[in-house]
């Protein structure tokens, strides 16, 4: 009886967690599907009472918003290849090697892993426009690196722990040396965390809004969240809802398809690092 | 890190092999370090620098030395204490429901024997998601003409403006922040759940106790560092918000934070000297709030995550 209670609990937990997490996706989905005038005369019922894939078209031939997606593509690849080669050497080192100044190292990336992005953007903004780095792709890469490096390095730091090191050991009594035993060894052993970090790094350089819109004016480097907080159709007092939702609904699609490919590396990312006390 | 010498020899003195060992670690380090540093330890001292000038951006050449005088600006601003005051609402209001409903999604995710892989997709969804796009969600889902919320809610009118109000729209930016990072506090507190053991729980069960009596005097004891590191994350993650106010409010309705002030100083005014106060002032409060929770759950964070 009180089991059986119990898991209907858990079942209705489990419906509800469900709801929670997919009823705003399935919301702006629909909201995509919507044509132009239905929302632009006001449509508060849930699905569109005609569907259209206008919306997208639309968006496809917006040249800013193509540009948009190219910049945030490029610009969160490269932040997350140099991320993750820079953490993999850091994270071997405290994993493995005797040092001092591990625990400095360490308690640097904390502090930046909860350092107010926003203090950032006045002096960055004033450096960038004198360095030239101002609307350029490096001149996101950087902040970008620097902001996912924490992550992961704990990330990758918490997987080296578990890698079979007598196996380094036992390559370096055949005559390896160090950096032999790092590079033939441990690296094949450490591509599953590698791959996890670079995923969750991805995300945060994909998600990022606050360097976007403050260290852009232009195409140039501007990536998509800031492209879409910008995005107004023709009438500037009334904003293409249905449009803009299509547009949501594309960036999108990359998140979701990393979660259904990768969703155990990336759960066993985000808690691997965090909290076994 | 408890197994730090495991793998090598305790040694007496500093040998040749410990010696280079040290400078390979530092080579392998010191880029990561120097990436970080830069772009976060000189521009805050950058912004101390700039804060104690009159500086525009459009008007480099007509800088100033003011002092203090920025910080004495800010403080005793009644704007700046009111985006404070909302910040730490935000703050403290996201924090405390998402662990409620995060400590129950991952309750759910710990017992749940099946559709494992559906439930565990669905919850990185919302984590994976842009901010700005749950932003957007949310706004149109309040929105006044084309919102489903009113006509859901019973008690509502069809034509109350979410966005008309203080309360509401803050409501409105609330719900956002909360449904997307509900997840990242789940994840972390099922991190935690999986390190009670089940013997114990199970024991207690044996002993008589409830279900409510085991979640209080065994389970959450037991994962105490879990929910002390998931609140301290979210609770500085929290206080950073800016996303989901520019987006769905744009700071009307007094729905204002801290940061969207530092931001709309120097981005759309130019103020860099002031808005540098603001940045300071901005690193100081969140450098505030860490030490303070740190010290309220007396625990060494470091350890919490088995490194130091």
Redesign the interface.
Same mark, same amino acid.
């Given at each position: 009886m009180k089991r059986a209670r119990?898991n209907a609990g858990?079942l209705i937990? #489990?419906a509800l967690?469900?709801i929670?997490?997919?009823l705003?996706?399935v919301?702006?989905a629909s909201?995509s599907f919507k044509p132009v005038e239905e929302?632009a005369?006001?449509?508060? @019922?849930?699905l569109p009472k005609t569907w259209t894939w206008d919306n997208f078209s639309s968006v496809f031939q917006n040249d800013d918003f193509q540009r948009a997606l190219i910049n945030s593509f490029g610009i969160s690849i490269i932040a997350t290849v140099l991320s993750v080669a820079?953490?993999t050497?850091?994270a071997?080192?405290?994993a493995r090697?005797?040092?001092?100044?591990?625990?400095l190292?360490?308690?640097? #990336?904390?502090a930046? #892993?909860?350092?107010?992005?926003?203090?950032?953007?006045?002096?960055?903004?004033?450096?960038w426009r004198t360095l030239g780095l101002f609307d350029t792709w490096p001149g996101l890469v950087?902040?970008y690196?620097?902001?996912t490096?924490?992550l992961a390095?704990?990330t990758l730091?918490?997987f080296f722990?578990e890698i079979p090191?007598e196996m380094e050991?036992a390559a370096q009594v055949d005559g390896a040396t160090?950096?032999q035993a790092f590079r033939k060894v441990i690296v094949p052993l450490a591509a599953p965390g590698v791959f996890t970090a670079a995923i969750l790094t991805f995300?945060f350089a994909?998600?990022d809004? !606050?360097f976007g819109?403050?260290l852009t004016s232009t195409t140039n480097a501007r990536p /998509?969240?800031a492209q879409?907080?910008f995005f107004v159709g023709p009438d500037q007092f009334n904003p293409p /809802?249905s449009t803009? #939702?299509a547009a949501?609904v594309m960036?999108?699609i990359p !998140?979701?398809i990393? !979660?259904?490919l990768f @969703?155990?590396k990336?759960?066993a990312g985000?808690?691997a690092?965090?909290?076994?006390? | 890190?408890s197994?730090?010498?495991a *793998?090598?020899p305790p040694r007496a003195r500093v040998t040749d092999r410990?010696r280079?060992?040290?400078r390979?670690?530092?080579r392998?380090?010191a880029?990561?370090?120097v990436?970080?540093?830069?772009?976060?330890a000189?521009?805050?001292l950058?912004?101390l620098y700039?804060s104690l000038f009159q500086y525009r951006?459009t008007a480099p050449d007509d800088r100033e030395f003011l002092g203090i005088d920025n910080y004495v600006t800010v403080l005793t601003d009644p704007l700046w204490w009111r985006d404070v005051w909302n910040t730490v609402l935000i703050m403290v209001v996201t924090v405390g429901v998402e662990l409620v409903?995060g400590f129950?999604?991952a309750?759910?995710?710990w017992?749940?024997i099946f559709?494992r892989?559906?439930?565990?997709?669905?919850?990185? &969804?919302?984590?994976?998601? &842009?901010?700005?796009?749950?932003a957007?969600?949310?706004q149109?889902?309040f929105? %006044?003409?084309?919102?489903?919320v009113? *006509?859901w809610l019973p008690f509502m009118d069809?034509d109350f403006n979410w966005f008309g109000q203080h309360w509401s729209a803050m409501t409105a930016i609330m719900v956002s922040e909360i449904?997307k990072t509900?997840?990242?506090m789940a %994840?972390?507190l099922?991190? *935690?759940l999986s390190?009670v053991s089940g013997d114990m729980v199970e024991a207690a069960q044996v002993d008589g106790a409830s279900?409510w009596q085991r979640l209080y005097k065994v389970i959450l004891p037991n994962m105490?560092?879990?929910i002390m590191?998931?609140v301290l994350?979210r609770a500085?993650d929290a206080?950073?918000i800016?996303?989901n106010i520019?987006?769905m409010t744009r700071g009307a309705q007094n729905t204002e934070s801290v940061?969207?002030l530092?931001?709309r100083q120097? &981005?759309e005014q130019f103020e860099?000297g002031l *808005?540098?106060a603001?940045?300071?002032l901005?690193?100081l409060?969140?450098l505030l709030i860490?030490f303070v929770l740190v010290k309220l759950f007396r625990?060494d964070?470091?350890?919490?995550?088995?490194?130091?």
């Open positions: 119990v858990i937990g #489990a967690l469900l929670w997490c997919l705003p996706i919301w702006i909201l929302t005369t006001g449509s508060p @019922q849930f820079l953490a050497l850091c071997y080192a405290i090697l005797q040092f001092r100044g591990k625990r190292v360490l308690t640097i #990336a904390l930046i #892993a909860m350092f107010p992005v926003v203090s950032l953007i006045g002096p960055l903004f004033d450096l950087i902040p690196m620097s902001f490096l924490p390095i704990w730091t918490a722990r090191w050991q160090s950096w995300f994909w998600n809004f !606050v819109i403050s /998509v969240p879409l907080a /809802v803009l #939702a949501a960036v999108t !998140v979701i990393i !979660v259904l @969703q155990r990336i759960v985000l808690t690092g965090a909290v076994k006390g | 890190m197994t730090e010498t *793998g090598a410990s280079s060992e040290e390979l670690a530092w392998l380090v880029p990561a370090v990436v970080m540093l830069a772009v976060t000189y521009p805050i950058r912004a700039l951006a409903i129950a999604f309750y759910v995710m017992k749940i559709a892989g559906l439930i565990r997709t669905s919850i990185l &969804i919302p984590y994976g998601i &842009i901010t700005v796009v749950s957007f969600a949310w149109f889902a929105s %006044l003409n084309n919102g489903f009113n *006509g069809s449904w509900t997840p990242f %994840l972390l099922l991190a *935690g390190q279900w105490r560092a879990a590191v998931a994350f500085l206080f950073r800016f996303d520019y987006v940061s969207f530092t931001y120097v &981005i860099l *808005g540098s603001l940045s300071v901005l690193f409060s969140v860490a625990v964070l470091a350890a919490a995550r088995r490194e130091s």
